[in-house]
C-alpha cells in the first residue's frame, strides 16, 4: 500500500463501534470494551440485563434458522418460567427505523415474534414485566459501524450517492480486433492501359480525395492522364515505379484510419443473441483504451462448418485516437437490458464476513448493509433486499471503510 493510502487508512481509524457490543459515544475507552465484548455473560453466552435480582439473558439464535431472539429469564440467579414474563424489545437502527418484538413463551426461553435482519447493530430498548414489577433497559449493539468525519473522508478519497434505478445489462463477453471499414478503403488503379511517367504518392503518405498521385501515357492515344486518390488516408500499399505500365493490378490501396469499426467472431451459443444495435463496451486487452459502440452487421462467415457468425461493431471517428487498425480488443455485448427500481454501482461491493455489502453513510456514521444481489454488470448491480432507494452508500473508498471496521476488531458477537 503506498504512502497515500496508508494515510488515509489512518485518518479513517476512528470511533468504530464494535460488532453486537456495548459502547459509550465519545468514549475511546468505551469503544475498547465494545470490541472486547466487555459485557456479562449468560450460561447461554447471551447479554446478561440486570434489575436487583431480576434478570434477563438476550441471545440472537441462527443455528439452522433465521435470526430470532431467544431470552431467559433469572431471579436470584434461579430460572424463572417464560410464561411469568411480559416482555418487549425496540431497535433504532441508524437512519431512524425502528423494529419492534413481542416476545411469547417456548420452552425454557421468550421466543422473540420476527426475524432479526442484518446487521445486527443496533440500539436496543428492553421493557419486561413480573411479579408486578417493571424493569426496563437501553443499551448499543453495533456491527460493522464505523464514524468518520467529512475532513478525513475527503483525505480517504470516500465518495457516495444515493440508490436507486438503473438499467441493467445481461452481458457476452467476446474477443475481437479493430479493422479498417470497407468504406475506410480504396484500391487506386489507371483507368487505360499505359505508361506510369511520373509518381507523386508514396508509402505511408497522408492525402486527400481527388489528390494527383501519377501520371499514365495511354498506350491507344498517347495522352497523359492523371490517376487520383478515391478517397482521403494513408497510403498503405505502392505497387509501381515509374517506368512501369499499368494493367489489373492496383498502384496503390489507401486506408482511412479513422473509419474503423471491430470484428468479432460470434459462436453458436451466442449467434441467436447477438441483434444489430445492441450496445457494445469495448476496451483495449491493456485496459488503457476503452470506448462505447453498437453492432451494426452481424454476417455469416465463411466456415460453414463451425456455424459461426462475424459482428461488425461500429466506432465513431474519435475512437481512432485510442484504437488501431489490427488491435486487440475485449467487448462485451448487451444482449438484454432491463430498468431495475434499485441497484448499486458494482465497484461499491465489498465482502463482510460470508455477505456482499456495501456501506451506507447516515451523517458521519457508516454501516454495513447485507445485499440480496440480482443481476450483476461491470458497472451496476441489482439490488432484491438490504437497501431502500435513497439510501446513500460509499462508491469510492469502500476498501478503506472495510479495513478500518476489520482492522479494529470489529466481530459478530451475541
Same mark, same amino acid.
Request: glycine fraction near 10%; proline fraction near 5%; charged fraction near 25%.
Given at each position: 500500500?503506498?504512502?497515500?493510502?496508508?494515510?488515509?487508512?489512518?485518518?479513517?481509524?476512528?470511533?468504530?463501534?464494535?460488532?453486537?457490543?456495548? +459502547?459509550?459515544?465519545? !468514549?475511546?475507552? %468505551?469503544?475498547?470494551?465494545? /470490541? #472486547? =465484548?466487555?459485557?456479562?455473560?449468560?450460561?447461554?453466552?447471551?447479554?446478561?440485563?440486570?434489575?436487583?435480582?431480576?434478570?434477563?439473558e438476550v441471545t440472537i439464535f441462527e443455528d439452522g434458522v433465521d435470526p430470532e431472539f431467544r431470552v431467559y429469564a433469572y431471579r436470584g440467579d434461579k430460572p424463572v418460567k417464560p410464561s411469568e414474563v411480559k416482555l418487549t424489545m425496540e431497535l433504532g437502527r441508524l437512519g431512524g427505523k425502528i423494529d419492534r418484538f413481542g416476545f411469547t413463551p417456548q420452552d425454557d426461553f421468550l421466543r422473540g415474534s420476527g426475524v432479526v435482519t442484518e446487521p445486527h447493530s443496533f440500539d436496543v430498548?428492553?421493557?419486561?414485566?413480573?411479579?408486578?414489577?417493571?424493569?426496563?433497559?437501553?443499551?448499543?449493539?453495533?456491527?460493522?459501524?464505523?464514524?468518520?468525519? +467529512?475532513?478525513?473522508? !475527503?483525505?480517504? %478519497?470516500?465518495?457516495?450517492? /444515493? #440508490? =436507486?434505478?438503473?438499467?441493467?445489462?445481461?452481458?457476452?463477453?467476446?474477443?475481437g480486433r479493430v479493422e479498417i471499414t470497407p468504406e475506410g478503403k480504396a484500391e487506386v488503379r489507371a483507368r487505360l492501359p499505359g505508361l506510369i511517367v511520373s509518381l507523386s504518392g508514396r508509402l505511408g503518405q497522408q492525402v486527400r480525395r481527388g489528390q494527383v498521385l501519377a501520371r499514365v501515357e495511354s498506350s491507344h492515344s498517347l495522352q497523359v492522364y492523371t490517376?487520383?486518390?478515391?478517397i482521403g488516408g494513408t497510403i498503405v500499399e505502392k505497387n509501381v515505379n515509374v517506368g512501369d505500365t499499368t494493367g489489373d493490378r492496383?498502384?496503390?490501396?489507401i486506408a482511412d484510419p479513422n473509419q474503423l469499426h471491430a470484428e468479432f467472431f460470434v459462436y453458436p451459443r451466442d449467434a441467436e443473441r447477438v441483434r444489430v444495435g445492441q450496445p457494445?463496451?469495448?476496451?483495449?486487452?491493456s485496459?488503457?483504451?476503452?470506448?462505447?459502440?453498437?453492432?451494426?452487421?452481424?454476417?455469416?462467415?465463411?466456415?460453414?462448418?463451425?456455424?459461426?457468425?462475424?459482428?461488425?461493431?461500429?466506432?465513431?471517428?474519435?475512437?481512432?485516437?485510442?484504437?488501431?487498425?489490427g488491435m486487440g480488443v475485449e467487448g462485451s455485448f448487451a444482449v438484454a437490458q432491463a430498468d431495475v427500481p434499485l441497484a448499486v454501482r458494482t465497484k461499491a461491493i465489498q465482502r463482510?464476513?460470508?455477505?456482499?455489502?456495501?456501506?451506507?453513510?447516515?451523517?458521519?456514521?457508516?454501516?454495513?448493509?447485507?445485499?440480496?444481489?440480482?443481476?450483476?454488470?461491470?458497472?451496476?448491480?441489482?439490488?432484491?433486499?438490504?437497501?431502500?432507494?435513497?439510501?446513500?452508500?460509499?462508491?469510492?473508498?469502500?476498501?478503506?471503510?472495510?479495513?478500518d471496521i476489520e482492522k479494529s476488531g470489529a466481530s459478530h458477537d451475541h
Open positions: 500500500m503506498n504512502r497515500y493510502l496508508l494515510g488515509a487508512a489512518s485518518v479513517l481509524a476512528l470511533s468504530l463501534l464494535a460488532a453486537c457490543g456495548e +459502547a459509550t459515544p465519545g !468514549k475511546n475507552e %468505551g469503544a475498547e470494551a465494545a /470490541a #472486547a =465484548g466487555e459485557y456479562e455473560r449468560g450460561p447461554h453466552r447471551g447479554r446478561m440485563l440486570r434489575d436487583g435480582d431480576f434478570a434477563l430498548r428492553v421493557v419486561a414485566s413480573e411479579s408486578g414489577r417493571s424493569h426496563k433497559w437501553a443499551y448499543q449493539s453495533y456491527e460493522g459501524r464505523t464514524v468518520i468525519t +467529512a475532513e478525513a473522508a !475527503k483525505a480517504g %478519497g470516500i465518495k457516495t450517492e /444515493a #440508490a =436507486g434505478p438503473a438499467t441493467v445489462s445481461d452481458l457476452i463477453d467476446m474477443g490517376v487520383t486518390a478515391p492496383a498502384l496503390f490501396a457494445v463496451a469495448l476496451k483495449s486487452l485496459g488503457d483504451g476503452r470506448f462505447a459502440g453498437e453492432v451494426e452487421a452481424v454476417l455469416p462467415t465463411a466456415d460453414v462448418a463451425s456455424q459461426t457468425m462475424l459482428a461488425h461493431v461500429h466506432l465513431p471517428p474519435q475512437a481512432s485516437r485510442e484504437f488501431r487498425p463482510f464476513r460470508d455477505f456482499e455489502v456495501v456501506f451506507i453513510k447516515v451523517g458521519n456514521t457508516y454501516e454495513v448493509r447485507m445485499l440480496d444481489i440480482g443481476r450483476r454488470t461491470p458497472e451496476w448491480t441489482e439490488v432484491l433486499g438490504g437497501l431502500q432507494p435513497g439510501d446513500v452508500y460509499v462508491t469510492d473508498g469502500a476498501f478503506l471503510i472495510r479495513a
